[in-house]
């Protein structure tokens, strides 16, 4: 795939940077140019009154998200911080539901339709861009910068989410940068994290995770482990942070390929990581061996509080950059579709096990999505796939459940032909209803990659195994030539009709139809079958002339 030439590579934030010449729409440089980005197209609402960072400002993300429109809300004077020295701010519901927000960020127009995003952001997961180092005096993260006994983060209005919330949570919609101990490799994920005191954070991770394989493989070589946290962010590192990418492969060189241009990092003051040069505001600290402290509960990604309180990794802060007046990114986590990470996975996460597809060589693959409304995107990936040969869609059924992109927590994994939309969670449903036979076409996986935040799985001891359904909705393979036919318009109506629909005073847009009339000849099953000897769509013996017919064939 051929790449974006890039002329000039923007170094600072938006506010110094220098111009960026590159084919297409300048990419967005950080979190603050985005915003002038969102306000354009009219997704921002700017709240100046006092309001409450305890569970005031969640309550209003919680019920913004499930109005149509849902702006971003950027809370300009959190209550209680008015003479605070560092100003901050906190933005929530940042994609929401939002489809066009995920584009902005994916660096894809707005109005782009969501199976065209994604296969678009499918297409850019295959390019990869290292990071670009820059100087400390290049990076906007650097304007201030807090270290040792003067490090204070009550000074910063961290937030409470729910009401039986463990603590306060800074880490929601952050990126938290972690070096593995043998390969020397950068991962970026995004995980949560508590405040434990003035300089400590508690760090969560889930099983399988890749920051907490660093910090096990740390500890059992008996060594610390640095961590840095990006707690202010252009939106992108928290969608590219979520995701499952190899092992060996850093998350800023896919940030770079999305953007088509490489992501600016500094090397840290109190670690030798390397973090974003454009966030807005960095945490540098370090795990001790061993060091655990109580953690949560906390109410995540399925809707519920995850598990009871429990030990989780204590990061001991070491220093704390931050640009004036820095604005922290926060997501929460609740049921559709007031969670933060709903709208992005259902792009995101599709594209990326559409990519992982596409690597294994899997052909006829016409759209993934992982629908917003199961459990933060998590829960289901529905896949309409061209049938090509026997055991098409039962063979990509079982990837989709397991590849990288795929694998965690996931337990409904749907395939359907390609004229189903995979978006379009009524078409799906029935093709579930006309096209599965529940007691042939329903596969179960047992003892899969989940996590300890899963509710159904009680007693907690069972967690984090957990399990996935396989359905085949789509129409028989080996009946395929058979399949009753579906009704579908001509195509040619359907233009003729589109052509005058505003003239006939119909309401709105005509709507898009995936699926029209074929010429080619139908059997039904009243009409023919499979029985020996004759094809699909032969004509049984009716007379004595085809009897003769028949006859003649057997001499």
């Not at 201030?144 to 039986?164: A, E, F, S």
């Not at 709208?343 to 996460?349: A, K, L, T, W």
């Not at 060589?361 to 289901?380: D, L, T, W």
């Not at 994994?413 to 078409?427: F, G, L, R, S, Y």
Request: proline share 8%.
């Amino acid at each position: 795939m051929q790449m974006n030439k890039i002329v000039d590579v923007a170094l600072t934030g938006s506010s110094k940077s220098k111009k960026v010449k590159a084919i297409g729409e300048k990419p967005i440089a950080d979190l603050r140019e985005w915003l002038e980005r969102v306000e354009e197209i009219g997704e921002l609402t700017r709240v100046r009154q006092p309001v409450d960072r305890d569970e005031e400002m969640s309550a209003i993300s919680y019920l913004v998200a499930k109005q149509q429109p849902s702006p971003a809300v950027l809370f300009e004077h959190p209550r209680g911080f008015e003479k605070s020295p560092i100003g901050a701010k906190l933005l929530w519901n940042i994609l929401g539901p939002s489809v066009k927000r995920v584009a902005l960020t994916l660096e894809e127009p707005a109005d782009t339709p969501t199976v065209d995003l994604i296969r678009r952001v499918k297409d850019k997961l295959k390019r990869r861009l290292p990071p670009l180092e820059v100087s400390a005096d290049q990076a906007p993260v650097y304007e201030n910068t807090v270290t040792g006994k003067n490090i204070d983060l009550n000074l910063l209005p961290i937030p409470r989410h729910w009401p039986l919330d463990g603590g306060r949570y800074a880490g929601t919609a952050d990126a938290v940068i972690t070096c593995d101990p043998d390969s020397g490799y950068l991962n970026i994920g995004t995980y949560r994290m508590m405040l434990q005191g003035k300089s400590q954070v508690g760090l969560y991770l889930s099983p399988g995770k890749d920051a907490r394989l660093h910090i096990t493989r740390a500890w059992q070589q008996g060594k610390s482990i640095n961590v840095a946290a990006a707690w202010g962010i252009d939106p992108l590192f928290m969608l590219v942070g979520s995701q499952t990418f190899p092992k060996n492969v850093s998350e800023y060189e896919y940030a770079g390929g999305i953007k088509g241009q490489p992501i600016p990092v500094v090397r840290g003051k109190t670690t030798d990581l390397l973090i974003p040069a454009n966030a807005e505001l960095v945490i540098e600290g370090v795990i001790k061996p061993n060091s655990v402290k109580a953690e949560g509960p906390f109410g995540e990604f399925p809707g519920y509080y995850g598990r009871p309180e429990a030990g989780c990794p204590l990061v001991d802060i070491t220093a704390v950059h931050y640009r004036s007046e820095p604005i922290l990114t926060n997501a929460l986590m609740a049921d559709y579709p007031s969670c933060e990470q709903s709208g992005f996975f259902s792009v995101i996460r599709s594209a990326k096990i559409w990519d992982d597809l596409d690597k294994l060589g899997i052909p006829g693959i016409q759209g993934v999505y992982s629908h917003p409304a199961a459990a933060g995107g998590f829960g289901m990936t529905v896949i309409s796939l061209e049938q090509r040969y026997a055991g098409h869609a039962a063979q990509v059924l079982a990837l989709a459940a397991q590849v990288p992109g795929g694998a965690y927590y996931t337990k409904w994994i749907i395939a359907v032909d390609e004229d189903i939309d995979p978006t379009d969670m009524d078409q799906v449903i029935w093709a579930m209803a006309s096209r599965c036979n529940p007691i042939d076409d329903i596969d179960i996986l047992r003892n899969t990659w989940s996590t300890w935040l899963d509710p159904t799985q009680n007693p907690p001891e069972k967690r984090p195994y957990g399990s996935k359904a396989l359905i085949n909705a789509c129409k028989e393979h080996r009946h395929l030539p058979v399949f009753s036919k579906r009704t579908t318009l001509r195509k040619k109506v359907y233009d003729e009709v589109a052509a005058r629909w505003t003239e006939l005073g119909l309401p709105g847009q005509i709507p898009t139809v995936r699926a029209f009339e074929a010429e080619n000849k139908v059997t039904y099953h009243e009409v023919g079958g499979f029985e020996p000897g004759r094809q699909p769509g032969e004509k049984k013996p009716t007379d004595k002339t085809d009897n003769k017919k028949l006859k003649k064939k057997k001499m």
